[in-house]
């Protein structure tokens, strides 16, 4: 028994994730604005948020429209989509 009771440990550690994900990071996807500005003044639809996913090549999508409060925790895989009052895009960054 005593010999299962040293071993235990090592067994454990080994099946824990060497490299926990960061919280809201998705692996293979980093947002990039290069090439989002060509949504700028567009609507804000569910087809134009599609495609600024894509160009962007993020993995979440957050609208922000006007006068709502957003969080301040950076996630690399996330594309802000600030809306104007009209809902049209008024400015797309990361995080």
């Known amino acids: 028994m005593p010999r299962l009771t040293l ?3 090592a067994l454990l550690a080994a099946c824990a994730p060497q490299q926990p994900p960061m919280h809201g990071e998705v692996a ?3 947002c990039q604005t290069g090439g989002t500005d060509q949504f700028i003044g567009q609507a804000g639809t569910s087809e134009t948020g599609a495609a600024i996913l894509r160009v962007s090549h993020s993995s979440i999508l957050r609208w922000a429209p006007p006068g709502v409060m957003l969080t301040m925790d950076f996630s690399p ?5 600030r809306l104007s009052p009209d809902g049209k895009i008024s400015a797309i960054n990361c995080g």
């Open 28 to 30: 293979g996807r980093v």
């Open 77 to 81: 895989s996330r594309v802000t989509v």
């Open 7 to 9: 071993l235990a440990p």
